[in-house]
T-cell receptor, first 111, second 111 residues
Framework: DVKVTQSSRYLVKRTGEKVFLECVQD?????MFWYRQDPGLGLRLIYF???????EKGDIPEGYSVSREKKERFSLILESASTNQTSMYLC??????????FGDGTRLSIL | DQQVKQNSPSLSVQEGRISILNCDYT??????FLWYKKYPAEGPTFLIS?????DKNEDGRFTVFLNKSAKHLSLHIVPSQPGDSAVYFC??????????FGTGTRLTVIP
């Protein structure tokens, strides 16, 4: 079974802080993704990566960056957190031709 | 602009009856469609998919229908069970790459 693990289930940070969200997958998947889920908006893609050190912008990359130094780990970085980045963040991974597998999410609150 | 739309935010169905969840899309290039199910405090889990070369795919109680001319997708669950109560997201992609998600439909199956 594919296991996608997000380091925190709940996180509370302050405006202006630099925030790191970590995601690890155990299936040697090449592709990894970061989404945010907001009520009435569904899941929106922030960034994705198809290989180590490779990254591509998704639909809403502003205010975020990512890091993929190792194949199994994909980090989402909020450079200077703002209240409009309060959301549920979901990480996913996939192999070519297969569906995406999601972690359980991190509910991030920015105060 | 939302390329994948789920116009019903919620649906209630009696246990044992059929649940029909609908999804519309605007991008005629989409060729791969999926349904995900999401329980509270968990990540979405893959349910069923269909490629554009088919018009129906069945997996146990779950059947997905694709009408390409209408750009419409539906998920049928029969018979519905209380454990099916969750939020259902449809998603679409071009070539099984990045997914575009709908906003979700909350299904409640009443015992």
């Amino acid at each position: 079974d594919v296991k996608v693990t997000q380091s925190s289930r709940y996180l509370v940070k302050r405006t202006g802080e630099k925030v790191f969200l970590e995601c690890v997958q155990d299936m040697d998947h090449e592709n990894m993704f970061w989404y945010r889920q907001d009520p009435g908006l569904g899941l929106r893609l922030i960034y994705f990566s198809y290989d180590v050190k490779m990254k591509e912008k998704g639909d809403i990359p502003e205010g975020y960056s990512v890091s993929r130094e190792k194949k199994e780990r994909f980090s989402l970085i909020l450079e200077s957190a703002s209240t409009n980045q309060t959301s549920m963040y979901l990480c996913a991974s996939k192999e070519r031709g297969q569906p995406q597998h999601f972690g359980d999410g991190t509910r991030l609150s920015i105060l | 602009d939302q390329q994948v739309k789920q116009n019903s935010p919620s649906l209630s169905v009696q246990e044992g009856r059929i649940s029909i969840l609908n999804c519309d899309y605007t991008n005629s290039m989409f060729d791969y469609f999926l349904w995900y199910k999401k329980y509270p405090a968990e990540g979405p889990t893959f349910l069923i998919s269909i490629s554009s070369i088919k018009d129906k795919n069945e997996d146990g109680r779950f059947t997905v229908f694709l009408n390409k001319s209408a750009k419409h997708l539906s998920l049928h669950i029969v018979p519905s069970q209380p454990g099916d109560s969750a939020v259902y997201f449809c998603a679409a992609s071009v070539g099984a790459n990045n997914l575009f998600f709908g906003t979700g439909t909350r299904l409640t199956v009443i015992p």
